[in-house]
């Protein structure tokens, strides 16, 4: 049997998360881990239609794409274009999503931007727009799901709901040249965390995962699309950058398997907690 082939068989009625940014590769890596642990996922990126579907798989994708097309085939997976910056567009997704899919139980805030440079070559359009991706894309989609989630069920009180943001470890160690960057996603965790003391009256978990380097298109543009995962595992004392102990760059499936863990079971007296997952690079 292959991967695809895989896909646990569930009731229609079993539950849904969201996952924002879904079309990436951080998020094409959530979405068919998700698929795979028998959720139904309701997908929200910027690109209308299938963003997927054009995709030719690589060594790295092609397990994940034939989950997804079994997924969307099978009628476990919805994609809607909605950009998580507009509250309107928000709130209508996660209504269409009420009203045509399995109950929410979890949310991934895997949306995310990445703008790179000094604090003195940072203009206030690139610092609005990674403040409104990162952090207000967070407090939308976040707030909008909690709506829905309470509307659905007032209280679980055995905590099965859970609210993921996937942040990063540089909102918990200054970086040289993402200062940009590094306070969106700051912003992400504090407001995740703090959400969970709201949140906790209803029985619906919040925690971060905050990953270091990791493999993904947005990481590969910054690099100018030349592989440097040298240079970051060995550091770089110029900036004040630690190397990555464990001598690797990670791969979006080191962090689905931490959200898989936090949506799920094992995890259901966790919230308010932020998970570091790079290596042992912030050394915090």
Same mark, same amino acid.
């Given at each position: 049997m292959t991967p695809s082939d895989a896909l646990p068989a569930r009731a229609p009625d079993f539950e849904t998360v969201v996952v924002t940014g879904a079309a990436g590769g951080m998020g094409t890596a959530l979405v068919a881990d998700l698929l795979t642990r028998g959720y139904a996922v309701a997908a929200l990126d910027l690109p209308e239609g299938n963003?997927?579907?054009?995709?030719?798989? /690589?060594?790295?994708?092609a397990e994940a794409l034939a989950v997804i097309g079994r997924g969307a085939a099978t009628g476990r997976l919805s994609y809607r274009g909605c950009s998580v910056t507009d509250g309107a567009e928000v709130a209508r997704?996660?209504? *269409?999503?009420?009203?045509?899919?399995?109950?929410?139980?979890?949310?991934? $805030?895997?949306?995310?931007?990445?703008? /790179?440079?000094?604090?003195? *070559?940072?203009?206030?359009?690139?610092?609005?727009?990674?403040?409104?991706? $990162?952090?207000?894309?967070?407090?939308?989609?976040?707030?909008?799901?909690? %709506?829905?989630?309470?509307?659905?069920?007032? &209280?679980?009180? =055995? #905590?099965?709901?859970?609210?993921?943001?996937? !942040?990063? #470890?540089?909102?918990?160690?200054?970086?040289? &040249?993402? =200062?940009?960057?590094?306070? !969106?996603?700051?912003? =992400?965790? &504090?407001?995740? /965390?703090? +959400?969970? +003391? *709201?949140?906790?009256?209803?029985g619906v978990r919040a925690n971060v995962v905050a990953p270091g380097t990791t493999m993904t298109a947005m990481v590969m543009g910054m690099w100018?699309?030349?592989? %440097?995962?040298? &240079?970051?595992?060995?550091?770089?004392?110029?900036?004040?950058?630690?190397?990555?102990?464990?001598?690797?760059?990670?791969?979006?499936?080191d962090v689905s398997g931490v959200v898989g863990f936090l949506l799920g079971e094992s995890s259901r007296h966790m919230t308010m907690q932020v998970l570091t997952v790079d290596g042992g690079a912030a050394q915090h």
């Open positions: 963003p997927w579907q054009e995709l030719a798989p /690589t060594e790295q994708t997704a996660l209504d *269409e999503i009420a009203a045509s899919m399995p109950p929410l139980v979890g949310l991934v $805030n895997a949306a995310g931007t990445l703008e /790179t440079g000094t604090v003195l *070559e940072t203009d206030e359009a690139q610092w609005q727009r990674v403040m409104a991706v $990162n952090a207000t894309g967070v407090f939308l989609v976040s707030r909008e799901t909690l %709506r829905v989630m309470v509307a659905q069920c007032d &209280h679980d009180p =055995a #905590n099965r709901r859970s609210l993921v943001t996937i !942040s990063s #470890n540089s909102s918990v160690v200054p970086r040289a &040249h993402m =200062a940009a960057y590094a306070a !969106s996603k700051a912003a =992400a965790t &504090h407001f995740t /965390t703090s +959400l969970g +003391l *709201e949140s906790a009256r209803y100018g699309g030349e592989d %440097r995962s040298a &240079h970051m595992v060995a550091g770089d004392p110029g900036v004040f950058k630690t190397g990555i102990p464990l001598g690797r760059v990670g791969r979006p499936r």
